[in-house]
């Protein structure tokens, strides 16, 4: 509303001004009103926090009555989720929600008075809260900034304080079993300053909450138990809340990627065993597998605890391994230095017996030896064979077949009959293949033929000399046989001696593998 002052003139101007304040008088009045409703209505929580806190120390236990008993403090916690779980440093980051609850008797009022409010949310700083502390915390503080958590405040005197934290602990692992192993890790919390006289520390009557976990993509949660526990320190006990978790490891992923390719990698050790030592490849072969096992057992140990107290069934594994493997490597040298070394003396009585006996038979060694000795001859008939050839082979390059002397007659066949012979001596003739001269009879003889006035002695040395070649060269001949047959049984020796390696090799393995299978299900 305006007042038009132009209208002064027909006006009572007394009139004409209370006009003009009725409006700002209305306005003023209708704001105090509002402004005092407004400060009605702020004044209960307002008066509440005021009387109840009233001489209210928030570093002061709470003392109630004559005779104070212990504050009665109650723990409970929801599992959120586990973030990691590191061997090597035997450390455990979980996601957790703390549940604390507690009775402060010095905060109580009745709700009636106050416009029936029966709880106040405040600061944590304005409330006496007891000083949890996790005993196996690795870092300098219990989770994150936990003053910009508020605290619920009841009618009755009950507080409660909900705390999402991301805490990391200690957790001492076994692991044995890797990695079809479960881990147990314990939460202990416990008051540092106060004793069971002045805090009785409880679990929440409420069991762990897993509803909101979020599955991990290693682990299993099993279960999540709590305990109390009181040990005495100087005759007074100090109570403690300990969550255990039981946690699972999911083997699959350590399986295919390192149980099953070393299981195979060791396998083929056995190929060693049944390559040919002319191939030349057993030797690096074997060594190609070790290194193999070598870099597993590695992979490993980069995820152990460097601990002394227990050591993996799968690095026990690894290291049998290599130790069969480097075995194996010994033996394949042994076989190879049997079967390539020039051998100047026969097979020990032992080997040949081994070779001979039960054991060569049991590894089907007979075939074997039967193929050797028909490409290698040394019977006794094969021999004799083999002399008659040679004589043959000699008596076909000397001049005549046979001859005999008796009386100064000599009688010669050449395959076309007989023919006698006067011989006359030659004082001055040496060589008995000299020119031949006429005789009486007047027969000449040519150069091919002996002359009839060869003399005896000549003869007989002739003889000898024809003798002896033929000697030495059936000695070399059944000297080479005799040298080939001492290296056949050195070789065959060889390959017996690879048959046992692998079926050795074979047992042990199977010992091995089926050592840890087992220990791993009954464990």
């Known amino acids: 509303m305006s007042c ?5 003139l027909t006006m009572n101007p007394f009139v004409e001004r209370r006009w003009c304040i009725v409006p700002l008088v209305i306005a003023v009045y209708a704001w105090t009103t509002a402004g005092t409703q407004g400060s009605q209505v702020l004044s209960k929580s307002d008066v509440m926090f005021r009387e109840v806190w009233k001489g209210y120390e928030a570093d002061i236990r709470p003392v109630c009555g ?14 959120r989720q586990l973030m990691d779980l590191d061997e090597p440093k035997q450390m455990i980051w979980t996601n957790i929600w703390l549940r604390i609850a507690w ?19 405040v600061p944590r700083n304005v409330v006496w809260t007891p000083d949890l502390t996790l005993y196996d915390n690795a870092e300098s503080k219990l989770g994150n900034d936990m003053d910009a958590y508020r605290i619920n405040v009841y009618s009755t005197g009950r507080v409660t304080s909900l705390l999402p934290v991301v805490i990391k602990s200690m957790c001492k692992l076994n692991v044995l079993m890797f990695p079809f192993d479960t881990q147990k890790c314990n939460l202990t919390f416990g008051s540092w300053t106060y004793n069971g006289m002045e805090l009785n520390l409880t679990t929440s009557p409420e069991i762990v909450d897993l509803s909101s976990f979020v599955v991990h993509s290693e682990w299993t949660i099993v279960s999540v138990k709590e305990s109390v526990n009181a040990p005495i320190f100087d005759g007074v006990p100090y109570p403690q809340v300990i969550f255990t978790i039981a946690l699972s490891r999911k083997p699959l992923f350590y399986a295919v990627n390192l149980v099953f390719p070393s299981v195979l990698i060791k396998s083929l050790a ?7 030592p002319e191939s030349g490849e057993k030797v690096n072969l074997e060594i190609t597998v070790l290194l193999s096992l070598s870099v597993f057992q590695l992979v490993v140990l980069s995820t152990m605890p460097p601990t002394s107290e227990n050591m993996p069934i799968i690095a026990l594994y690894f290291l049998l391994a290599m130790v069969l493997v480097a075995l194996s490597c010994i ?36 075939k074997l030896i039967a193929a050797s000795r028909r490409r290698t001859p040394h019977s006794s008939s094969t021999t004799s064979r083999a002399k008659d ?44 293949l000299a020119s031949p001269r006429s005789t009486s009879s007047g027969l000449h003889y040519s150069s091919r033929y002996p002359s009839p006035e060869v003399s005896t002695s000549n003869f007989v040395q002739l003889s000898l000399k024809v003798l002896g070649q033929l000697e030495i060269l059936t000695s070399s001949k059944l000297s080479k046989e005799f040298k080939d047959m001492q290296v056949s049984e050195w070789r065959l020796f060889a390959v017996l001696l690879d048959r046992i390696f692998l079926c050795v090799f074979l047992v042990l393995g199977l010992i091995l593998s089926l050592s840890v299978y087992i220990t791993i299900a009954v464990g």
Request: aromatic letters at 8%; hydrophobic letters at 35%.
């Open 4 to 8: 038009n002052w132009n209208l002064r």
């Open 270 to 276: 056995i190929v060693g065993f049944i390559l040919p």
């Open 331 to 366: 033996t394949t040298v042994v076989v190879l230095n049997i079967h390539f070394t020039k051998h100047h003396c026969a097979l020990p009585r032992v080997p040949y017996l081994i070779l001979h006996g039960c054991i060569g038979r049991a590894f089907g060694m007979r």
């Open 389 to 432: 050839e040679e004589a043959e082979t000699v008596f076909s390059n000397v001049p005549m077949s046979c001859s005999t002397i008796s009386n100064g007659v000599m009688t010669s066949s050449h395959g076309d009959g007989y023919r006698s012979h006067h011989v006359t001596p030659d004082p001055g003739q040496n060589d008995p």
């Open 66 to 79: 004559d005779y104070p008993s212990p504050v009665e403090v109650s723990l409970g916690m929801a599992m």
């Open 103 to 121: 009775e402060d008797c010095r905060l109580m009022w009745n709700s009636s008075d106050y416009g029936e409010a029966t709880r106040i949310t």
